[in-house]
């Protein structure tokens, strides 16, 4: 099994603006209580994060509604270090699966958030749906830019039935054909939960 899941501790880098990850004891062996208790504070969309249509689609399905079948099964991992955009040329000349995880060359862990990173051009995501694709993943922290307000490339993911899978953690994965399993916290009602990520 190669774990693809960014790991989780004070202080991992959060969208900008976005609620920090906090980890603290509520309760402590050391302070007399019978056991250790610890309490989270953070966003949903933290490190490796499964986005559910409701987070850019006020009519879009929440957590819940994502199937299951779409996050487990075979997938395929394409090497797409050096493309500022994900676009229709680039595609064409790589195989894709029902599960396609793009690695960008983002490293396993950001010392800060990154600024620049690989974005998704609509047109792609059309042609994307047309080969099959249900899941998108990708080890940038979006598939739309930064600065960008209208999200041109999580609307064209919604409006194709694909799901999206951001911030995995592929650095010293092979391209190649494997088993994915990445199942989200069961969080009722919600746009988004991070994601225990492998591959076999």
């Known amino acids: 099994m190669i774990d693809i899941t960014r790991p989780i501790y ?113 047109e792609a995501v059309a042609h994307m749906a047309s080969r099959g694709v249900r899941l998108y993943g990708t080890d940038c922290p979006s598939v739309d830019p930064l600065t960008s307000k209208d999200l041109p490339a999580h609307k064209a993911f919604a409006q194709a039935g694909v799901y999206i899978l951001e911030g995995l953690a592929l650095e010293g994965v092979l391209a190649g054909p494997y088993e994915l399993i990445a199942l989200p916290l069961r969080l009722e009602g919600a746009e988004a939960a991070p994601v225990r990520a492998i591959l076999r």
């Open 10 to 122: 004070p202080g991992v880098p959060v969208w900008p603006g976005d609620t920090p990850y906090c980890y603290q004891l509520v309760s402590r062996i050391a302070d007399g209580n019978s056991v250790n208790v610890g309490k989270l504070t953070t966003t949903t969309h933290l490190g490796t994060h499964l986005d559910a249509p409701w987070h850019y689609l006020d009519t879009g399905e929440k957590l819940e509604s994502v199937p299951l079948s779409v996050l487990v099964g075979p997938c395929r991992v394409v090497d797409a270090r050096g493309q500022e955009t994900l676009s229709v040329d680039f595609l064409q000349k790589v195989e894709l699966a029902e599960r396609t995880l793009f690695y960008t060359g983002q490293p396993n862990n950001w010392p800060a958030f990154p600024h620049h990173f690989m974005h998704v051009e609509p």
